[in-house]
């Protein structure tokens, strides 16, 4: 089973940028699509970013679309998601996951192990 540990949440003001990363277990990193994904309070979890096995193609949610970007090294078995002008709408808890499969997908019953989470806070 893989484990994925995510890093770099923390409070910022609006504006502010953070990077995310996940630091995958295992050797089979880069066998899968990954993706990102936020719950805030009282809502449902929604998809944020996905990323194809080889990083050729991606998919952003339209409420992150130009503020946003997810890479990969696969040597490093890390997924990341810069996120630049960030916005109090942004607050959330924001978790890694793996999917199922090569290609980038955007239902989270596609991805079959997931981190933790961390926090991101937007202050405005």
């Known amino acids: 089973q893989v484990q994925l540990v995510e890093s770099g949440g923390g409070a910022v003001q609006a504006g502010g940028s953070l990077r995310l990363s996940c630091a995958a277990s295992?050797?089979?990193?880069?066998?899968?699509?990954m993706g990102w994904f936020r719950q805030a309070p009282g809502k449902e979890r929604e998809i944020v970013a996905a990323?194809?096995?080889?990083?050729?193609?991606?998919y952003y949610a339209d409420s992150v679309k130009g503020r946003f970007t997810i890479s990969r090294d696969n040597a490093k078995s890390t997924v990341y998601l810069q996120m630049n002008s960030l916005k109090p709408e942004d607050t959330a808890v924001y978790y890694c996951?793996?999917?199922?499969?090569?290609?980038?997908?955007?239902?989270?019953?596609?991805?079959?192990?997931w981190g933790q989470g961390t926090q991101v806070t937007v202050s405005s």
């Open positions: 990323i194809s096995w080889s990083g050729g193609s991606t």
């Open positions: 295992g050797r089979t990193f880069g066998r899968y699509a």
């Open positions: 996951a793996r999917g199922t499969g090569l290609v980038v997908t955007t239902e989270a019953r596609d991805f079959g192990s």
